[in-house]
């Protein structure tokens, strides 16, 4: 049974930190890429980071380039997001993706709610 759980979402004061952690089981986690995205209220999912199966490239959107780090142990099949300086706008679910590309397959997690206090 496929599973992705996060963990370690909650509510932070503007600059604040946080680390939130995905969880796989159920498929062979050193062959899927992995991702962060985040839902606002009212807004569209969007791509935070992402990190190759390997986990020797990484790409983050522009909005977090530089304030957000993404990583992944193989051993533990976990992938982290952590995130520094928080601002109200990171406020989010934020949700993780596996996938693999050349045999298009995808799995997401039920997400984790981060909220940035002004």
């Known amino acids: 049974q496929v599973q992705l759980v996060e963990s370690g979402g909650g509510l932070v004061q503007s600059g604040g930190s946080l680390r939130v952690s995905c969880a796989v089981s159920?498929?062979?986690?050193?062959?899927?890429?992995m991702s962060w995205h985040r839902q606002a209220p009212g807004k569209e999912r969007e791509l935070v980071a992402g990190?190759?199966?390997?986990?020797?490239?990484?790409n983050y959107a522009d909005s977090v380039k530089g304030r957000f780090t993404i990583s992944r142990d193989n051993v533990k099949n976990t992938v982290y997001l952590q995130m520094n300086s928080l601002k109200p706008e990171d406020t989010a679910l934020y949700y993780c993706?596996?996938?693999?590309?050349?045999?298009?397959?995808?799995?997401w997690g039920k997400g984790t709610l981060v909220t940035v206090s002004s």
């Open positions: 993706k596996a996938f693999d590309a050349r045999r298009d397959m995808a799995y």
């Open positions: 159920g498929f062979t986690f050193t062959t899927f890429a």
């Open positions: 990190i190759t199966s390997s986990g020797h490239s990484r």
